[in-house]
């Protein structure tokens, strides 16, 4: 009987185990639920990634029957879910426990296509050109140009940093090439002695990982990739190629860890090779006053969901003011105009995601610099993604006037701008992910 009777205790226990279980699985369950249903606690932007959350859909008799509302309010009470960024950081982190995980991927898996020999490729100039057809005026809400928000696309994590990964497409390469060649056409029509420069920046795997583990990994080869597009482009345009100066200092502070930019030092060589395709000299990297900001935490701290290794090891923003003018003025994609903005911000107070837009405003459509120093009537406008914003404070003592287009949130024409403003150098600066996305794509042809 005493058998029975001591057998019995470790069943009623763990039924009682079992019992409370349950209940904390479902009050969890159900203070969950009632979190999501305070609408007043629910974000509307991310500041961490850089853009405005999904808005509770509209009811529509067809989007009900056809389901796409239900589909729709799912999104939107994800997007918004309270804490949500809070949570994600969490996740991340008790999925590291499970284990020693040094490298991660993030961000939908791809498939590279092999880089054509540019020796033997035999598209024509005018099969180019069928890619470079008009497309429609871009989407706008309220005047405002709606553009994609900054990214860092796949993400390959490995110990203490990330690294933005690119993969090469034919087709969008062409595309881009075909693009600036009908710049370059429509630009020495109209004024003849402007000169075009394509800049292609390439991202930081690619500098500082080996042929072998490139293939290995089956992560397309910038210096190909480069090659490649510029075979595809008009032999008129000046080909700048910050490959090789940028592999030859790998071992420094070239790229961010956790952003997908490069940092001012990396913009900086490619600038003294521009320099050199110019003919010019380049100013010493000690004549610039410089300006640090700690804690900064990228683009690919986001794309990661905020992993642990990311933000123990937050960037330094370093940037080096202009030693002429100091400042510009913007024009904001809402109509307002920043005037006397510095060229480098003081963003030591700003939140961590943030700290990359103390150069030359952020992205803005449009922006000029006018340097009361130089007289001679020189001007360059730099046709540009975000790698372009560290770039820019390097050229502005070389001319009298910078203007800088971001071809992302621009609704004019770059064409019609450097003739009616007699443009000395046009100067496209995209990194290569720019080259291959069609929305993108889209945007810069639509500012033809």
């Known amino acids: 009987m005493k058998q029975q009777t001591a057998k019995r205790k470790p069943a009623l226990l763990r039924k009682k185990v ?46 009900f029957w056809d389901g796409s509302y239900f589909s729709q309010v799912d999104t939107w009470y994800a997007d918004t879910y309270p804490w949500r960024e809070g949570l994600m950081t969490a996740n991340t982190y008790f999925k590291g426990l499970y284990g020693i995980q040094t490298e991660q991927m993030f961000g939908q898996h791809q498939v590279a296509e092999e880089i054509p020999d540019t020796t033997s490729s035999n598209t024509s100039r005018a099969e180019l050109e069928e890619t470079a057809q008009p497309v429609p005026p871009a989407t706008t809400v309220d005047g405002a140009i709606q553009a994609p928000p900054e990214s860092a696309g796949s993400v390959y994590l490995s110990g203490d940093r990330a690294y933005s990964l690119y993969y090469f497409g034919q087709e969008n390469s062409d595309r881009y090439a075909a693009i600036l060649n009908a710049y370059y056409d429509n630009i020495k029509a109209a004024s003849p002695s402007s000169n075009v420069y394509s800049i292609l920046a390439p991202l930081a795997y690619g500098i500082d990982f080996s042929d072998e583990v490139l293939d290995e990994m089956n ?28 592999r030859s200092h790998q071992d420094e502070y070239l790229y961010f860890r956790t952003d997908h930019h490069w940092t001012a030092l990396g913009a900086y060589y490619t600038y ?17 006053n410089t300006l640090t900001f700690d804690n900064f935490l990228g683009t690919m701290y986001a794309s990661s969901n905020q992993a642990p290794s990311l933000a123990a090891n937050p960037d330094t923003v370093i940037a080096y003011e202009p030693n002429g003018v100091k400042t510009l003025t913007a024009h904001q994609a809402d109509g307002t105009v920043l005037e006397n903005y510095r060229i480098i911000a003081d963003v030591s107070t700003w939140n961590s995601s943030s700290k990359y837009n103390c150069f ?48 992302r949130y621009y609704s004019g024409s770059i064409s019609q701008f450097v003739a009616q403003n007699q443009i000395d150098d046009v100067v496209f600066l995209n990194n290569l992910n720019a080259t291959g996305a069609k929305n993108l794509l889209d945007s810069l042809q639509r500012c033809l």
């Open 360 to 407: 030359i405003a952020g992205d803005q459509p449009y922006e000029e610099i006018h340097n009361p120093a130089i007289t001679d009537g020189s001007s360059a406008v730099v046709v540009k993604d975000s790698y372009g914003n560290a770039f820019v404070p390097f050229l502005v003592d070389h001319y009298q006037d910078v203007y800088v287009i971001d071809f």
């Open 219 to 246: 992560w397309s080869h910038e210096d190909a990739a480069i090659d490649y597009l510029f075979s595809r482009m008009d032999g008129g345009i000046v080909k700048v190629d910050p490959f090789d100066t940028l």
């Open 18 to 63: 079992d019992f409370w279980k349950r209940v904390v699985f479902f009050l969890t369950m159900i203070i969950f639920f009632v979190v999501g249903l305070l609408w007043f606690f629910r974000p509307a932007t991310s500041d961490l990634e850089k853009r405005e959350l999904t808005k509770f859909p509209a009811f529509t008799p067809a989007s």
């Open 272 to 288: 003294t090779d521009f320099c050199q395709a110019k003919g010019i000299a380049s100013h010493n990297l000690n004549s610039f």
